[in-house]
């Protein structure tokens, strides 16, 4: 189970009989106050609303969500109210959800699986377009580069950037550097090392503020892109990982790193001797 359905697992234990996310069905007068009202793709949110805790433990099963980004539905299994005690007050912070409306289902803790019931709804605004993220590869100088301009792409395409660059594998998407993005999208800090001839790209504010320094060997191009970045190593629903992989060359005055959207690759590249660094970022899915 990974963190955002966990975290939407227990948002779930926020509905007392079927109070959710401001859209109340109404019973015991309850409700659930979201912040902001009206949440957008991959926006984090604050639920604030009561919880129902059951009378005895639950195992990590039976407290499990899932979540269906191309149906549009969250099944949520449920203890009934009568085996729970008095409700208490919860706040619960979600990472995000991709855009849609999205119908919410519970099914009340049995010994089997009975009919999903409805018990409301919940509508995530679109996110701004995104736009492609390029991936170039380089035979000669076996260095792998990213861009989202599309100016930059085709100028190697046409023998810039000293030649020999091609289109290695789909890239991924982002949204632009100074255009519209989620407010959960992060500015993507690109680099140039002249003593390495390679670029590199990161989403870490500490990284990007470390290399900006004197005597780093790193010169700042700028924002490249603005993209969703995982919490605590997972990605949001309705996005997928982009992997960073490091050629481990150093010593050798040959850094170079590679993203890739595919584990495939990924596990294919640690295996030919680059090191996996894990997710850098979160694709969003067009």
């Known amino acids: 189970m990974n963190t955002v359905q966990r975290v939407i697992r227990d948002f779930c234990f926020l509905i007392l009989s079927g109070g959710l996310l401001g859209f109340s069905v109404a019973s015991h007068g309850q ?18 609303g009561v919880e129902c805790v059951p009378r005895r433990s639950m195992s990590t099963d039976e407290q499990g969500v899932t979540i269906s980004t191309e149906n549009r539905w969250i099944y949520a299994p449920m203890w009934p109210t009568g085996e729970c005690s008095p409700a208490v007050s919860r706040l619960i912070n979600i ?23 409805e018990i409301g709804a919940v509508t995530i605004a679109p996110a701004p377009p995104i736009q492609p993220v390029f ?6 100088i076996k260095h792998y580069f990213i861009t989202a301009s ?32 989620p407010a959960a ?10 003593a390495v001839n390679s670029h590199f790209y990161t989403a870490g504010t500490g990284e990007c503020e470390s290399l900006k320094q004197p005597g780093s060997g790193w010169t700042y191009e700028g ?7 995982p919490t605590k190593g997972s990605c949001y629903p309705g996005t997928h990982p982009v992997w960073r992989l490091y050629n481990d060359r150093f010593a050798q005055s040959d850094s170079n790193h590679r993203f890739v959207s595919s584990a495939d690759v990924y596990r294919h590249m640690i295996a ?9 970022f979160c694709s969003p899915e067009s």
């Open 95 to 117: 990472p995000g959800l991709p855009e849609g409306d999205y119908q919410v289902f519970n099914v009340p803790e049995t010994g089997f699986i009975p009919p999903m019931i």
């Open 31 to 48: 409700g659930v106050i979201v912040t902001p009202a009206a949440p957008e793709a991959f926006q984090p949110f604050t639920l604030t």
């Open 185 to 194: 999208a992060k500015p993507v800090c690109r680099f140039y090392s002249a």
């Open 150 to 181: 599309t100016t930059e792409k085709d100028s190697l395409l046409n023998g810039g950037g000293g030649g020999g660059w091609d289109i290695v594998d789909g890239g991924f998407s982002a949204w632009p550097a100074d255009g519209p993005a």
């Open 135 to 140: 991936a170039f590869y380089n035979q000669s």
């Open 272 to 280: 030919s001797g680059w090191i996996g660094e894990g997710v850098a």
């Open 223 to 229: 924002i490249a892109f603005r993209a969703l970045v």
